[in-house]
């Protein structure tokens, strides 16, 4: 983990976020969910499904490819031992096979807004809710 992404201040949050969606573009190019598993809580739905999502098409001999997530100016909001972060990404179209034999899928990229909600425990981050939003 970087520095700049250790402490508890909101612009640390900021950074943890730009560093979760690196391993997130990591998981995507490998299957290797473990350092995005470490870094997300058990109850958080949305990182559960994309650990999911990696891991199993991987498992299954899938793959994703070109599918690169670049975060764009995260926003912090802290509220004691929380802090909520909005950021947009841009997101490559890249391709992907979730399973071996089916045939390849292009991605659809454009820009997302997305909500992260962070808790600090223990001197660190950790993901516990993970959300698009809605488009206005």
Known sequence: ?????????????AHFVEYYIELLNYASATGDVEPLESRS??????CSNYIKLYRETY?????FKDSVWTPRAPV???Q??????????????GAY???KGKPEQKGRGGIYALR????YRD??????????????
Not at 59 to 63: F, Q, S
């Open 1 to 13: 983990m970087p520095d700049n992404a250790k402490g508890n201040s909101p612009e640390a949050a």
């Open 41 to 46: 809580a058990n109850s958080c739905k949305g």
């Open 59 to 63: 498992e299954n001999g899938g793959y």
């Open 76 to 78: 912090p909001y802290k």
């Open 80 to 93: 004691g031992s929380k802090c909520t972060v909005l950021v947009s990404i841009h997101a490559t179209d």
């Open 97 to 99: 096979v979730l399973r």
């Open 116 to 119: 992260f909600e962070l808790h």
């Open 123 to 136: 001197g660190d981050w950790k993901v516990s809710v993970f959300e698009r939003q809605a488009e206005t």
